[in-house]
């Protein structure tokens, strides 16, 4: 039973928006910084986005003004919203806490192509 459930991918054009969401148990959720991270065919997963408990968020340059970050404490949820996709953002999302040290999910596949 995962601790961490990512949904949400699918496949877009270049261009559109895609909105990933992350459900946690609470007892990790609650309180903690979480994050968004990726990773592309044949590369190392790597950061997209992190949002702390107060709200706060910080971006890889990558993603940097096409990527949203938030999250529903009540809900224990966090959610990427992304935008102006393009065919490099295509990887398997996956949350994890800021410091990645829960065990993966499974991740979801984002495709941007035509």
């Known amino acids: 039973q995962g601790q961490l459930v990512e949904s949400g991918g699918g496949l877009v054009q270049p261009g559109g928006p895609l909105r990933l969401s992350c459900a946690a148990s609470?007892?990790?959720?609650?309180?903690?910084?979480m994050a968004w991270y990726r990773q592309a065919p044949g590369k190392q997963r790597e950061f997209v986005a992190r949002?702390?408990?107060?709200?706060?968020?910080n971006y890889a340059d990558s993603v940097k003004g096409r990527f949203t970050i938030s999250r529903d404490n009540a809900k224990n949820t966090m959610y990427l919203q992304m935008n102006s996709l393009k065919p490099e953002d295509t990887a398997v999302y996956y949350c994890n806490n800021a410091w990645a040290t829960l065990a993966w999910g499974q991740g979801t596949q984002v495709t941007v192509s035509s």
């Open positions: 949002i702390y408990s107060s709200g706060n968020t």
């Open positions: 609470g007892s990790i959720f609650r309180g903690n910084a």
